[in-house]
């Protein structure tokens, strides 16, 4: 694919405080960057860039970091306000899930622009970005097509801001890790783009072989640990701490649970019982309802019943927050308490970015996801041919992998939210113990958040020192590393993975 820029929708002069520095000079930038394949436009999308002002010479050297969100579909919004740039969108605390009437969009107290500037970009039908009205879904609406167009714009946005040869680092979340690590080893391949660091919010590498599907036992033992971090939270797990609560899960749950699951018809009813009085204990959840599901609770199972006696129900993205359960029965709104406080926020705040900050001038609306591509998306990276057959479609990690074996100074960080509904953080431990990354190079984080970390204000602050340690290229392996954290100043000798057992 090509990108080139064609509309420049607004641009403004900001002081941003910094860590290092109390009044740092950004531009903040909106672009339109056109996405073309070799017969046809594709369409156009949104670029938000950040840079600081400073000379050719230093701009030259400056690390970029290029940001994004997941979805599929889903715009930059949410990143763009997690307070790793100039803003921050207030969310509060989740025991109160009303969302203010009249949010303001805040300065961030976390930003990393002292250290890299950073690039917010939108896929195609998302943000101010549109497909073009001919164009075959097919073209753009799949892992493969998403990944090329991203390359393009990368690459037209570092030759446009005359930026070519610059460290390179990537950030993206949920979906967009799956578009990161593709995207990582395509710059490389096809771009002649060297990537340095990669960072992975809530990754979703290994959700094949980790969702819980029938059948498929890895994917209830993979979320042991959200389910007493939420029992914990929600005081039905006794246990001094959550990390207390979680180290007990995993050993129960990669212990006798899972060997339960791998061999059921050779354990007896007695046995059974036995494992449901223990996971009662670590997840908060009635023995008897273990029993009635054979000892197989999904999230959203979990989600559902964990609280059912109070009337409530656990946020889809975020364990701590709950609401009112529905009834559609009984003609009641499937609400999510999380979402249903996070995008009015949100969407609130970067209006007021783009229209009293920017003065972005244009007709379109901002849209917050493409609603056109449910259903839609082709996940896979291969075609149906390809050797390897099926199996060889879906494989995200390897080009994790073939990355960071291309490169010995390339680096990871992988963060997840404790309370995260969504990617959890068990899935992060399998994806560390499975796949064939150099070890040495890899951050592994978990903040006392959930899938949207940076929403929770202690996790914002821990989110831009990682990213920082990312990017000054102080990511180094902890065998050792115990507890969920110990984060050392910034500037500090190189740290690394911390782990919850």
Known sequence: MHS???????????????????ALPVTLAVDLFEVSSATEILGDASVFSYVANSSETQASERPVLFVFNGGPGSSSMWLHLSGLAAFTAPVGD??????????????????????????????????????AEDTDLKETAGTSADSKSFAAIIRAWLLASKRLGCPVHLLGESYGTLRAAVLADLLRSEESIMVEGVGLLGQALNVMDTAQRPGNPLGYIANMELLAAAGWHHGLVDAPTVEDAVSAAAELGRGQYAHTLLNWHQTTDQQREELASKLEVVTGLAAAEWLRRKLRITKELFRDELLRSKGLRLGKYDARYATASWDADRGDLPLDPDTETFAPIFQACLEQVLTEIVGVETDREYLRH????????????????ATGGPF???????????????????????????????????????LLATANLPIGRVLRRTYPGGHMMYTDPESARLLSQDVKSLVRGRVQHNIDGDGIDAVPPV????????TLH
């Open 4 to 22: 080139r820029h064609t509309q420049c929708l607004g641009r403004t002069d900001l002081t941003v405080r910094t860590e290092t520095q109390d």
């Open 94 to 131: 989740p025991a109160d899930i009303a969302a203010p009437l009249n949010p303001r969009v805040q300065a961030t107290e976390n930003s990393v622009l002292d250290v890299a500037d950073i690039v917010f970009i939108d896929p195609l039908g998302a943000g101010y970005g549109r497909r």
């Open 370 to 385: 493409d609603e056109g591509l449910a259903g839609k998306w082709d996940w896979s990276l291969e075609p149906l041919d």
């Open 392 to 430: 060889a479609r879906f494989d995200h990690v390897g080009s994790l992998i073939k990355w960071m074996h291309r490169g010995n100074t390339s680096r990871l960080l992988i963060g997840t939210g404790l309370y995260d509904t969504l990617t959890t953080i068990g899935a992060a431990d399998i």
């Open 491 to 498: 500037d500090a000798e190189p740290w690394s993975v911390d």
